[in-house]
Structures are given as C-alpha cells and as structure tokens.
C-alpha cells in the first residue's frame, strides 16, 4: 500500500500521480477518507498517551502522599473514558484506515502515461513477421500434429481446460525445463512453492480485496483461515518472505518458481484468445527480485533484458511495450510487456510482464531490511516478470514455425530434448 507519510506531506502529487489510472474525484474522495481516518488515528493516540500519562503521574502522587502520610487525593473517574475503550476506538479506526488505504493502487511511476491499452507504447521489436503465404491457426495445427487434445480437456475440467497429448505434451515440458536452466543461469534460485496459499499471500501480493473472487478458493469449511489456488508463482514468492527483515547485503535477492497457474477467468472465443491462449489453468515460470530502493531501476532493465533473450532463444518475433497506467497491475508502478506475433489474428500477445513495484507490496508484506550501522528498518523494492508463460510460447511457436506442409519446425534450442527437428502429422502416431 501506499505510505501514509507521503499523503500527509504531499497530497498533490499523490493525487496527481493516482489520477492517471483512477477518476480524479474518486481519488480525491479517497484521500479525504484517509485523511479524515488519519486524523482521527492520530486524536486517539494522543488521547491514549495522555490518558496513561495521567495515571501514572497519579500514582506516583498516590505512592508519595502515603509515605508521608498524607491522605491521598482520589480522582473523580465520572465521565473518563477508560484506556481499553480508547484502544477499541483506536483498533476500529486503524482497521478502517487499513481497509480504505488497501484499496488504492500504487503510484504509476513519472514514465507510466495515463490512460488504458490504446496509451501503451512499443519501445523495441525483434526480428519481422514470417512470411507465411497461407496460415494455419495453432489450434488447427495442434489437431492436426496431435499435440493438444481439447475436447478431452473440455471433459476433465469444464470449459477454458485443455490437455496436452503425445508430442505436445513433451514440447510443453522441454519449454517448462530449458527455461528453468536458463534462469538459473542467470543466477536466480529455484523455488517449487505450494499451490495453496493463505489469503494472507494474497493481499501481499496486492490482489485482495479488489482481485478476491478471480481466484479459486477452498470453502471455510476445509479452510477456515482462509486458502486459495495460486494466479501465479508471484503470490507464493512474495508471500513466502512476508513478515522478515532482509540482510541488505544479500540483496537483490533473485528468485524463480515453476507453477500452473489458476484463474477464474474465462476462456475466450475470440479468436485471439483460441485454444491455449487464455484458460483456467496454465504452466509459467516467475522471476522476481527483493531489492534495495536504489537498485531497483537497473533490476528491471536486467529482468526486462533477460526476459527477452529467452524469447529471442526460440527465435521467435517480438515487441516490448511500455504499458499505461491504467493497462498495468495495480500493484505495480511500472510494467514491460513482451508480446509475440502470432500470425492467424495479426496481432501480438503477451507472455511475460515484467514489473517493478516499488515498496507497495513490500509494505502490505512488512518485508523489510535494516541499513548497517543503523536502527530503523526500511522497505525493500519487488519486481517480478513472466519467464515465461509457456501456453502462449506454445502457439506462438506452431503459428510462426510452420510449413506449407503443415509440419512444424522446432526451435533449435529445444529440438534435442524432442529429438526432432520438425513437427510432422506422423508423429503423433510414431512411439517414443
């Protein structure tokens, strides 16, 4: 969330900055809100603080007027409020700042232009398009090379499900473990986290309240503290390091998780969003980063550029955009999408957001580090990026790979794990 000091002594940027992704009046009623609650937080502590003062400077007299045998004078309790009152005041009032401050996105940073998807602006692209002279879609190409069965899929989980079969499912599994190398040799640890997770994990990650019903949870019944499958690897990572002090000298902290991913979300029948586009579950590899402030900036570029060499690694065509504010998570103040072409709809589709975040998730998280030599502990930096979301590599690579024939050629990076060099309709009958 946002720091309550930085409201106080600049509401204007904050309004500004907020503005570009939110009504302006919405935020305006927002601040005052949290103004008004700050105020009376702050009221009520002094109150406290005074209230306790009080007592102990009347026990104190009490205490000395009986060892000089004096009567001692009692105060008239009529009309006090007692201190646990007081506190059960102050509990509502923090739970209600808490509760309006949860709900206002971060701060887009000053780059970050206002507005939805039609402000995002590319600022890079790989290679060109194929020249395919007639397209097949991935879906029909996923039938015909058997790689992908989507009606069984349809029977197992209902709609939005899939299942890859024979040759698909090992070239879904080659792409899950030549990332997994490749981020490890970009020096990231790997992580295979839970897929159920506290509901504490996802209001770290930012996604609750707002986000809270595009997940699948457990009822109360089985999960009474509250449980619910991953939307992504991110929730676990962030979620993991909740409540801990970093050693700064061990940041960034680099690390990588392997998770499906489960949304409620729907599958689309647009034909941009076909076969294993978008579904309720997915395979993707997360990198992400706990850094110092100062370290954020350069984190990014090395995760962005990072991102983008496993994209290049496939040989596949690309552009980088930097979305707007009102396109991005609202977690985040600042996200780079790498998008590939995907020949059938002409158009281009993301498979990795990279995103720095700033202190916000850090702050609902309480991760924090300690400067040296000093007392006071401050907010790490969390970035995190897709590397990569293996669904949309999938049918990026059966549309911009294939043949007049209707095979398929395999990226070079993968064709030993597969061994083959092409996709053919005879392979889905030849045993491996």
Not at 180 to 205: C, K, Q, V
């Amino acid at each position: 969330m946002l720091d309550m000091e930085l409201i106080r002594k600049d509401r204007d940027a904050v309004a500004t900055a907020l503005a570009k992704r939110l009504d302006a009046a919405e935020v305006d009623r927002a601040l005052d809100a949290i103004q008004q609650l700050d105020r009376e937080r702050r009221r009520l502590i002094s109150e406290i603080d005074g209230e306790r003062q009080r007592r102990k400077a009347e026990a104190r007299a009490y205490a000395q007027a009986k060892r000089s045998g004096v009567e001692p004078q009692v105060t008239d309790e009529a009309g006090r409020k007692q201190v646990a009152e007081l506190e059960a005041e102050l509990d509502e009032v923090q739970s209600r700042l808490r509760t309006v401050m949860s709900e206002l996105p971060n701060l887009p940073a000053d780059d970050v232009l206002p507005g939805g998807k039609e402000a995002n602006r590319v600022v890079k692209t790989f290679g060109e398009p194929p020249a395919i002279e007639k397209v097949r879609d991935h879906v029909e190409l996923s039938r015909l090379l058997g790689l992908v069965d989507h009606e069984r899929g349809v029977k197992l989980g209902g709609s939005g499900f899939w299942m890859y079969t024979g040759v698909g499912a090992r070239l879904e599994w080659a792409l899950v473990n030549w990332l997994i190398e490749r981020n490890i040799e970009a020096g990231y640890d790997f992580l295979l986290p839970p897929h159920l997770l506290l509901d504490t994990a996802g209001f770290a990650a930012g996604q609750f309240p707002k986000f809270y019903d595009d997940v699948y949870h457990l009822d109360k019944q089985s999960a009474p503290r509250g449980q619910f499958l991953l939307p992504t690897a991110e929730t676990a990572i962030l979620g993991a390091y909740q409540d801990e002090i970093l050693d700064p000298a061990k940041l960034p902290l680099k690390v990588f998780a392997y998770t499906p991913c489960y949304r409620r979300e729907a599958a689309g029948s647009h034909s941009d969003e076909r076969g294993t586009v978008r579904g309720h579950q997915f395979n993707k590899v997360e990198i992400f980063q706990f850094t110092l402030p100062e370290q954020a900036d350069a984190a990014l570029e090395q995760m962005v550029t990072h991102a983008e060499s496993l994209v290049e690694g496939l040989g596949l065509h690309y552009q980088r955009s930097l979305l707007a504010a009102g396109d991005s998570s609202a977690s985040m103040r600042k996200t780079l999408d790498i998008e590939v072409w995907m020949p059938s709809t002409g158009k281009y589709k993301e498979v990795s957001s990279v995103s720095w975040g700033g202190d916000y998730q850090a702050r609902r998280a309480a991760i924090r580090y300690k400067e040296p030599g000093g007392k006071q502990t401050r907010f790490v930096h969390t970035l995190n990026g897709s590397a990569l979301a293996t669904s949309r590599l999938f049918p990026a690579i059966l549309e911009q790979f294939q043949q007049p024939d209707g095979s398929v050629l395999v990226p070079e990076v993968l064709r030993d794990r597969l061994g083959t060099g092409r996709l053919t309709p005879a392979d889905r009958l030849t045993p491996r």
